[in-house]
């Protein structure tokens, strides 16, 4: 069936002007001051990891074997670690993996994510049900086990870890994408988009996509934390960012080591840390609950 | 209900043989073979090693044996700690992850539902309550372990750093372990709580007359823990089948660490045996949880019933 060219379906008067989806979906942030404040915090520590090379005192390797590890002063303000390396200094150049790994990864899990959730959904049926069968089975993995395998076998390059992270990281963005899909799916306006003779491709990047924007853009808000963390571990476990060049993981795996001697190698690293992913974490729960009401 | 129990056991056939065949063939494409080792293996050491093992016929033949063998319970032998079989680890260690995940489980429960109903209270309670909730997601075990002991067992001296002897040596590693989940629980709950509580029932109940806490425990906890039970099941399998990061802090003889070190060794059997046993466990506690799902929510088992 088509639709008669010009006629009745495109004399509905057109929708009033609104924000654009992904752009309301950020509104629920100004109304929450401690999400805001989160914000602030999250930009700030990133953009002062990103320009960690012009911010940061020493380099992340500048040792000072005389120093030893001393309790912050005022040169070294977080202090310095065994090898007299500046512990501010490396937790800024530690972030930039961190956040690099974080965005990323998000990335990659969001493609995969929003690729297989609109299939899934537009194809519908047995494929349907087959597709997510997969992503329940995937979710019974044993997801370290999974990404150590990845990490071995990729050779421990820093970018084939971050397309490790974010191969794992896929399967929440799938299910929520093929969620708003199924709905937005049978929504009047897309039938309406069909009958006006619209393909399905046509339909997912017109009209479904954008309106599931606010979803994606949530999960991804609460997708960055959990990589970050997922990092952290390998690091701790020695596969994540090599030495000499630091990730909070592996400060924080070494502040633990020696916390007894200096108390400051984890102090101030698991702070950043912890805070960082808080603010993202809060900014994530604040998204939703904008979305949710 | 027991037609519903007997589908979801019937589904979890093929997923526990789809997880076993997916990890079975991608360990054997990740490069490196179990006997690679710091020191080089002359190339004649290792195909006799190989050989030994089987692992030089074709996959499928490999497969197919250790399908046989899997049918008989037998796991093998581990490659990398000579004399041990899989399933004489497994049992040894499982035992204490066992131990400490139950523990954990119990702790992650109660503080996770309490601070998840404090957070349906209003004002500071609340804020309070989801504060405590969010700082359980961001400070990780590898951050609050060392902490933990540096507070109680450094400076207060009232647990030991780290080991497995005396019964309080459980208190800060299930602790540490627990955090992490009962903070999820608490998240999950909560929601769901603030959601229920704008539920016309609850204004009914209210307009009866019924007091907060008989609306709270009689009427509103019982429709939201439902997101919490779906959560607990694949948690409740990730707690039992122990940590790395708490086992190494602690230094706690639990099953974690071979999860790890079988898969950065290449140790076939091993890794084998850890996704089996995590597939088990995951397999099991989701039926648990599906099952109590039902028991909460009726309506979820009706609709298998018919």
Known sequence: MTAPEGKNIRAIPPAPPRARPALRALAPLLDDRLALACAAFAVFAALACAFAPLLAPFGYDAQNLSLGASAPSAEHPFGTDMLGRDILSRILYGGRGSFAVGMLATFVAAAIGVAYGTVSAMCGGRIDAFMMRVVDIAYSLPFTIFVILLTVAFGRSVWLIFAAIGAVEWLTMARIVRACALDIKNRAYVEAAFALGEGKAGVVLRHILPNAAPAILVCAALTVPSVMLLESFLSFLGLGVQAPLPSWGSLIKDGAEYMEDAPWMLAFPALFFSLTLFSLNRIGEALSRGGGE | ?306
Not at chain 2, 39 to 52: G, K
Not at chain 2, 186 to 193: F, K
Not at chain 2, 196 to 221: C, D, S, T
Not at chain 2, 264 to 290: E, K, P, R
Request: glycine share 10%; charged share 15%; proline share 5%.
């Open chain 2, 1 to 306: 209900m027991t037609r519903y129990v007997l589908k979801r056991l019937c589904e979890a056939v093929p997923v526990f043989f789809a997880i076993v065949t997916a990890v079975f063939f991608m360990v054997r494409f990740v490069p490196g073979g179990p006997f690679d080792r710091e020191r080089p293996v002359s190339q004649e050491t290792i195909e006799a090693l190989n050989a030994y093992y089987g692992l030089d016929e074709p996959l499928a033949a490999q497969y197919f044996k250790f399908l046989g063998n899997l049918a008989r319970g037998e796991l093998g032998p581990s490659y990398k700690y000579e004399g041990w079989k899989v399933s004489e680890i497994l049992r040894e260690k499982a035992a204490v992850s066992l131990e400490l995940g139950s523990y954990a489980l119990a702790l992650a429960i109660a503080a996770g539902i309490a601070l998840g109903l404090a957070a349906a209270a209003r004002g500071k309670i609340a804020a309070f309550a989801s504060g405590a909730g969010l700082l359980g997601i961001c400070l990780p075990a590898f951050v609050l372990g060392p902490l933990l002991i540096l507070a109680f067992s450094t400076k207060l001296g009232a647990f030991n750093s780290m080991g497995w002897d005396s019964p309080s040596d459980a208190v800060l590693p299930s602790a540490t372990l627990a955090l992490f989940y009962a903070a999820w629980i608490a998240r999950l709950t909560g929601n769901s709580v603030r959601a229920q509580m704008k539920m016309p029932y609850v204004r009914a109940a209210r307009a009866k007359g019924a007091g907060e806490a008989r609306i709270l425990f009689g009427h509103v906890l019982r429709n939201a823990v439902s997101p919490a039970i779906a959560y607990l099941g694949p948690a409740a399998a990730g707690l039992m089948t122990g940590s790395f990061v708490v086992e190494t802090i602690f230094q706690i003889p639990g099953l974690g660490r071979f999860f790890i070190s079988s898969a950065l060794d290449n140790d076939y059997t091993m890794i084998m045996g850890c996704v089996m046993l995590y597939a088990a466990f995951i397999i099991i506690f989701n039926l648990i949880s599906d099952i109590a799902l039902a028991v909460v929510n009726p309506r979820i088992a009706r609709e298998f019933g018919k």
